[in-house]
């Protein structure tokens, strides 16, 4: 399975057989972390929880979910950064799927004085985004079709222009992108050469959590559609256009060559 089949069948696991991984499969996770594809000149970092019933009681109430381990991205609060996260992580959640382990993304989860004071030792930035991981329960199956994906369809993103066939196959596998509370407020703009990536600012954009978990989604998405242009035989770069403030918001061109 490559890492675009598993966009089509990976769900998020949210129960856990408690039971810690394997030396082996330990050290699996650390390799995928060492292959993830970095995100333009954006660096940030993966600190590795062995004990997940360690670090519970350090996590905000509303955002656990009880894993035998967790993985904490670092980094500065900032565009670049969350869409690092989102970007790097989509990658690593796949690969982790082809592996035969569960993943779920916790936003807002662990703060950085709560880390620091878990970690005993200071962060070169803050917690950015957590990530729960492990053999999924007996009860919770790793895989569901596509079709039960809670998403809008496909037209419904769209601002403007006509897909061709290629486009709307890399189209297709962005909308499979999961996004914070379901929010799905990415949208696109069609041209010949090129796929455009806004943002919808929706009211909840006044809180900087929600904009954050908005821009954590953004680089998901771009991780969705970088797959899928290889699918079509693009080599995939992103490019910043000079497009005005607005509302939706430019975020980065695909182009289709």
């Not at 807002?108 to 729960?132: M, S």
């Not at 970088?226 to 000079?242: M, N, Q, S, T």
Request: aromatic share 8%; glycine share 6%.
């Amino acid at each position: 399975m490559s890492l675009y089949q598993a966009i089509e069948e990976r769900q998020s696991i949210r129960r856990y057989d408690n039971a810690p991984l394997s030396p082996k499969m330990q050290q699996k996770v650390q390799d995928l972390i060492h292959q993830l594809p970095r995100w333009e000149h954006t660096s940030i970092q993966w600190v590795w929880v062995p004990s997940g019933a360690a670090l519970l009681p350090h996590m905000n109430r509303i955002a656990r979910v009880a894993a035998p381990h967790y993985l904490l991205i670092i980094g500065p609060r900032n565009e670049d950064s969350l869409l690092a996260a989102g970007f790097q992580g989509e990658h690593l959640v796949l690969g982790l799927h082809q592996a035969g382990l569960g993943s779920c993304y916790l936003g807002n989860a662990i703060n950085q004085k709560a880390a620091q004071a878990f970690l005993k030792r200071p962060l070169p930035g803050e917690v950015l985004l957590t990530l729960a991981l492990g053999t999924s329960a007996k009860d919770q199956a790793l895989t569901r079709p596509s079709s039960l994906a809670k998403r809008r369809p496909l037209d419904s993103f769209l601002l403007e222009g006509t897909p061709t066939k290629a486009q709307r196959l890399i189209l297709q596998a962005a909308r499979l992108a999961p996004t914070g509370m379901n929010s799905q407020t990415f949208r696109f703009k069609v041209r010949p050469d090129a796929l455009l990536l806004y943002r919808e600012l929706l009211f909840r954009m006044h809180s900087r959590f929600f904009r954050d978990l908005t821009t954590v989604d953004m680089g998901i998405v771009l991780c969705h559609m970088a797959l899928a242009a290889r699918e079509v035989g693009i080599d995939p770069h992103f490019i910043h256009e000079p497009i005005a403030p607005g509302n939706p918001e430019y975020i980065k061109t695909l182009p289709m060559i």
